[in-house]
């Protein structure tokens, strides 16, 4: 359960990964490298992407070129139906409430928090049961092709040391927020005692993760304010100097249910914070918490003047599509954010406001959710986000979003190998499943694709359609974290 | 080919099936049957149901009530974990769209018709590919526990007298609808010569059911408009006719898209129809094709006058909330046809235009969308559909919208058995995946239960993150047309 438990298990060798590879170049633009080798290093590293390619050539040129042996190269190929894809990133995922997925009733957030969350969340003082779940939502969500998730954990810090333990083991990249609220918001068998106290323990985080993973290359700490009604002023304004002294990232909420808005503007109005206006935003901004490392979750209901603001700052935004409809919290305007204010977005899952742990999910609703802003009071065409805009969120974005956007969420030369192998399956003549021509099949899941498709079409089926099932197999930093048996 | 090989390949038995039963007794509420025996006669119907029930008190008590033999009954049980519930119907899917499940791109109605959907459907003079697509979308929607279709086939008899055989053949009750368009809306190549063309082709396939079953008990004929901008009016008034005289269910669609019900206005003013005013109802309504024995499928724009109309006319709905979100048609506001109006209403997947095949995201979708009309305009808290409601419009509802009201989407003496044995996943303190206690486990794909949920917990579960893993078993009337291997 240290760094060294990730590696060694077997000898690492160089790897070459050969086949088709899907990655976003831009917002709106998917690119498809056909017959293209990724060649990652020990490190788990891009060194080299090589375009034409094929076996016989990576053996005869690019091998000498990299000074790589043969027999210390290992070759990864995508068959037919199957093409590489960037892991995808969920900046917004709330471990300990994976076991209540789907369990919201007709709750919103406010009563949502006390009726379901709180008491599960309390719970993981249990280090049994914080080892259970923990344990499960990596696993569910590694399946899922999640390579880098931005996790709130609980106020505890045993169990939140644990998550980031049990993170480093299993190979996901991570960022750990151990929940800081003090305020009586939240009830008194789950809250912090006082805001030095939740200072303390999130130091002990901190201090838990530099000794895990010294150079923060795969888990790092994120300042976690669980959202303002949560927390006294006090407690905000020190979390805001601890982002500032140590220049860690930052996740909260903010303006994701109207009721909240309103709770925010009641508990905390200028003349209390000496912040610039009465919106949320000029909350986290008059307390040192809205910067280019914040994250914020949500953002369904900002007004244009905090829009700027979060703009103005370099903030980011994570889109809880799932959660936003299942809490009928409102719609955000996603792609407005990104192109008129020039924010950038990614996709979280927000388990369990959000019902499922899949990005892929996220993505699908993204889309969907829309068309729903399109459609809907003041909304036009331009709000409608397409199959390539969703899985850029997925990746790139979400990538910027946790701050990583040089390191994570394309296939170029200098970024690590965090990818997942996506299959697709075949449909035969005769109306059954298939193998590919020539290969042995993996299962399609309900991706059916009858061979005259585009690979956009295909691509298109996979966000509707897909699952884990298509999941076949998961990297991150260039070590094989999941395997679809 | 014929009703015979539906039957007698094995021996029919007569069926106990015993354990944890689960069915809508009225829109908002679900009752839960535990260790409960249903005793199911070799005709496929319900003859008994017993609560408090086990193995030894079938054999010892209720056979002999019921004169059966124990040789001669095969006994089902659900384990730990699994539960029966009634089939899901589909009350709207375009058979040969399935192959472009999730290819729609940025289109809206009417581009998306000429673009995708036109070519795809025309093909379908091919009876090879009409036989490899027809037996996948049955494959794939019993696999999803859809035990009864209202399906539209194109407008080749051939093909559509095929897609009834072969229904017939894997045993999956259906609506065929041989689809009728002989407007210039549709291109030259794939459109009916003339009304009398039509006509004939219609009563081709009719008379192609009523050899092929001739009692109708699995397969029905349904009189299919494709929808008013697709017919000439002399067409629409001769099916009217026709469904006068042969007394047979009407499907077509309604005010799915603004552009659609404008075109709808210009195209048959009440000046041409005699209608009694010029909303799309009233078209229909002016013809004979808005009756009680009508499915009209999306309903998303009625004004209040023609919702008033439909529900004077007793027509059904079919909802079909993915296609709504994904072709930016709009957010049907059911719960308000259903309680305002007393409208009868159903789910329906809407293959292609929705994306997936699947009753039980349909179900699912029902339920975020419905959120998205409640904070919409004019929406209230009583627009929300809860996971007990979408339950209700994906299996009884939708009996009531097909015309089987009384036959099917119950556990009730005198139905026929069409029902789906749905398995969790049961997650043990490992955080590892593992067996039900005492059994032998199913694949519980992305629904995890840890021990503690309530069982209106573990179906709001199976609503929000099930798929075709956890349909385990699938019957109808009776006889099992899929196992999950």
Same mark, same amino acid.
């Given at each position: 359960?240290?760094?060294?438990?990730?590696?060694?298990? #077997?000898?690492?060798?160089?790897?070459?990964?050969? %086949?088709?590879?899907?990655?976003?170049?831009? *917002?709106?633009e998917l690119e498809y490298l056909h017959e293209t080798a990724v060649f990652v290093d020990k490190s788990g590293t891009i060194v080299a992407v090589e375009k034409n390619c094929n076996e016989e050539k990576v053996r005869e040129t690019v091998l000498a070129r990299l000074g790589w042996e043969a027999a210390d190269v290992e070759v990864v190929k995508a068959r037919g139906g199957q093409f590489f894809f960037p892991g995808f990133i969920d900046t917004h995922i709330h471990a300990p409430q994976y076991p209540n997925v789907g369990i919201f009733g007709s709750s919103t957030l406010l009563d949502w928090l006390n009726t379901y969350t709180f008491p599960l969340e309390a719970s993981f003082s249990d280090k049994a049961k914080a080892r259970q779940v923990y344990t499960r939502v990596i696993r569910k969500t590694l399946s899922h092709g999640t390579?880098?998730?931005?996790?709130?954990?609980?106020?505890?810090?045993?169990?939140?040391?644990?998550?980031?333990?049990?993170?480093?083991?299993?190979?996901?990249?991570?960022?750990?927020?151990?929940? $800081?609220?003090?305020?009586?918001?939240?009830?008194?068998?789950?809250?912090?005692?006082?805001?030095?106290?939740?200072?303390?323990?999130?130091?002990? #985080?901190?201090?838990?993760?530099? #000794?895990?993973?010294?150079?923060?290359?795969?888990?790092?700490?994120?300042?976690?304010?669980?959202?303002?009604?949560?927390?006294?002023?006090?407690?905000?304004?020190?979390?805001?100097?601890?982002?500032?002294?140590?220049? *860690?990232?930052?996740?909260?909420?903010?303006?994701?249910?109207?009721?909240?808005?309103?709770?925010?503007?009641?508990?905390?109005?200028?003349?209390?914070?000496?912040?610039?206006?009465?919106?949320?935003?000029?909350?986290?901004?008059?307390?040192?918490?809205?910067?280019?490392?914040?994250?914020?979750?949500?953002?369904?209901?900002?007004?244009?003047?905090?829009?700027?603001?979060?703009?103005?700052?370099?903030?980011?935004?994570?889109?809880?599509? $799932?959660?936003?409809?299942?809490?009928?919290?409102?719609?955000?305007?996603?792609?407005?954010?990104?192109?008129?204010?020039?924010?950038?977005?990614?996709?979280?899952?927000?388990?369990?406001? %959000?019902?499922?742990?899949?990005?892929?999910?996220?993505?699908?609703?993204?889309?969907?959710?829309?068309?729903?802003?399109?459609?809907?009071? %003041? %909304?036009?065409?331009?709000?409608?986000?397409?199959?390539?805009?969703v899985l850029f969120l997925a990746t790139r974005g979400g990538a910027e979003v946790v701050g990583l956007g040089d390191k994570v969420g394309g296939f170029e030369v200098g970024m690590e190998w965090d990818a997942q192998l996506v299959g697709l399956g075949a449909i035969g003549e005769d109306g059954e499943e298939q193998e590919w021509e020539g290969e042995d099949g993996g299962p399609g899941g309900n991706v059916d694709v009858f061979g005259w498709e585009s690979w956009p079409e295909r691509v298109a089926k996979w966000v509707y359609n897909g699952d884990d099932r298509n999941t076949v197999k998961v990297w991150v930093k260039g070590r094989l974290v999941h395997e679809r048996k």
């Open positions: 359960m240290h760094v060294g438990s990730q590696q060694n298990r #077997t000898a690492v060798r160089n790897k070459v990964f050969l %086949g088709l590879f899907v990655h976003s170049t831009a *917002l709106d390579t880098c998730a931005a996790y709130y954990a609980t106020i505890d810090v045993p169990s939140t040391n644990l998550l980031a333990d049990l993170c480093l083991v299993s190979g996901q990249r991570a960022l750990i927020g151990r929940v $800081c609220m003090d305020s009586d918001l939240s009830p008194d068998y789950y809250r912090d005692a006082s805001p030095e106290a939740s200072i303390a323990a999130t130091k002990a #985080t901190i201090e838990h993760i530099r #000794t895990i993973d010294p150079a923060l290359s795969l888990i790092r700490p994120v300042i976690t304010p669980r959202f303002a009604p949560s927390c006294t002023l006090p407690l905000l304004r020190q979390l805001g100097d601890l982002a500032k002294e140590t220049a *860690l990232p930052i996740q909260t909420h903010i303006s994701e249910n109207k009721s909240e808005v309103a709770l925010v503007r009641e508990l905390f109005p200028p003349s209390l914070t000496g912040a610039a206006d009465d919106s949320y935003a000029a909350v986290y901004d008059a307390v040192g918490l809205l910067t280019e490392r914040t994250v914020l979750a949500h953002a369904v209901h900002l007004t244009e003047h905090e829009a700027d603001l979060v703009a103005a700052r370099k903030a980011k935004i994570s889109h809880c599509p $799932c959660s936003n409809s299942a809490l009928t919290s409102g719609a955000a305007p996603v792609r407005r954010l990104l192109l008129d204010r020039g924010i950038a977005c990614g996709l979280g899952t927000d388990v369990s406001g %959000g019902y499922s742990a899949s990005v892929l999910e996220a993505a699908r609703q993204a889309a969907l959710v829309s068309r729903h802003v399109a459609f809907g009071p %003041g %909304g036009e065409e331009r709000d409608r986000l397409s199959v390539d805009e």
